[in-house]
């Protein structure tokens, strides 16, 4: 059997110079040189993937979690060693964090195959933080745990309470609207993330935080622990522990992802009503273990999933009162018949022994709510197909307007983010409350890089009469922590040849929920005769990351992943203008 299969510790994955023993005869001299003793390092080695960085607020109490997962190591005989990897905070990077999430995957990856470890502990919780975490992991398939930062707790203003970052949109609406004055929207802005940690709504974030659980990547209970609380840290040191019991057992994400836990991913996302970010997230996961995320299939478990979660941007509460409400537990107990219950977990239970074993603690129902009792009978979110959209597009129904389910409409086109930038507030505008606003050219093949900008803001001249909801289609994502009747992933994308970008004014495009249906209502000939008049594609860049990524970007559909980075990259193909590029 290869070295690499039968070696533990720092003996694992020596370095290369054509003599093994000297290889680690070399790497004990420089071990030795850090202070630790011979004792310490004969021990198996739990890696820490440290995702701290001074750009990332979300991300701030690392070196606490840390901290408490080498004690959590050392106490259960292991050596913990921390290793850094890059840090996306959501709001700090451009053009958009989605861009730079493949490439926080890859270093993921390859800072776990290329070290000595024998498990790792992925420390992050920032929106794109997890899933680039859960990929790299899965594709180096080495025994693993997720540990998130968890969510921040709600501020306070004028006895209102607040929380990043829907409060943040509700109130920047008004703010457009010509309700609150400049001064006011300032003192908003200093009340609404007070404390360290991730969203308090159920943004990607969050979302991503009880899939992470839900796949069994994550320690029972311990998906909603807001990041200030003492029991995260607690949750960090029994993450460590658990580490060490994955090294000695061998259970790796291959053991763990399989198609049957990413159906209860799936359940779980739809009646928390999570964020439309997490299908291409769970959908980038499952890709990496060779899993195909089927957009049909979604719709089926939707049909059979009911809401349960009220928290906002949908409902009325935050993460820390689904802490304090039962948490994924409670979720979970409730979707007990509709769960695989035998898919296995970081503890080395299967969920059905979780779910047996686990006590029926107190659960809020005005948070978590009972399957007869559901918030809504239908899972929150649903995938739309059809012929503006011929792989997919994905709708927050439950944060949506149910007027708009069914409805056609006349299409306001803009053509880039300048476009929008540039008209939205025109007060000459040719738009009305019942016109359907597109967005071309923001998807994942575009040079804004698949931003979350399908959000897209009701118009000035509209919000001023007390519009607060119209429907709005996009190749773009929408953040999380938004609300309303949008539209997004429609796929393929405008830059990559896909029907969205043929739209033009007065067009009249058909919504229909119940079918299932996003159709542009333009004959063929006409569609083939804007298709022949489009401009070449530009030129790709030459250099650096941005040649990889406009080179191996997939559509939505497969999660926004790199196809060279998937299980099986031959089973997709890359579409015509992507690979003219």
Known sequence: MAEKETATGLSRNLSTYGDKDFARYL???????MGHSNEMLSRPVVGIASTYSEFNNCHRLVPELVAAVKRGVISAGGLPLEFPTISLGEVFLNPTSIYFRNLMAMDTEEMIRGQPMDAVVLVGGCDKT???QLMGAVSA???AIQLVTGPMMTGRWRGERLGACTDCRRFWARYRAGELDGPTIGEVEGRLATTAGTCAVMGTASSMALIAEALGMMLPGTAAIPAVHADRIRAAEMSGVAAMRLARSGMRPSDIVTPASVENALRVLLAISGSTNAVLHLAAVAGRAGISLDLAHLNALSDSTPVLVDLKPTGANYMEDLFAGGGLGAILRELKPLLNLDCMTVTGETLGERLGGEAADYVDPSVVHSRASPLQPHGGLVALF????????ILKRAAADPRLFEHTGRAVVFASLEDLAARIDDPDLDVEENDILVLQNAGPGSAACMPEAGYLPIPAKLARRGVK???RISDARMSGTAYGSVVLHVSPDSASGGPLGLVRDDDRISVSVSERRLDLLVGEDELARRRAALPPAPQ?????YARLYSQEILQAEHGCDFRFLTRFP????????????
């Open 386 to 393: 059809g012929t503006l959209a011929p792989n997919g597009a």
């Open 469 to 471: 909801d119209m429907l």
């Open 27 to 33: 790497r004990m001299s420089f071990a030795r040189s």
């Open 540 to 544: 790709a860049p030459q250099r650096g």
């Open 570 to 581: 031959d089973r997709i193909q890359l579409s015509e203008p992507s690979r003219r590029r």
């Open 130 to 132: 997890v899933p680039a």
């Open 141 to 143: 398939d080495v025994p």
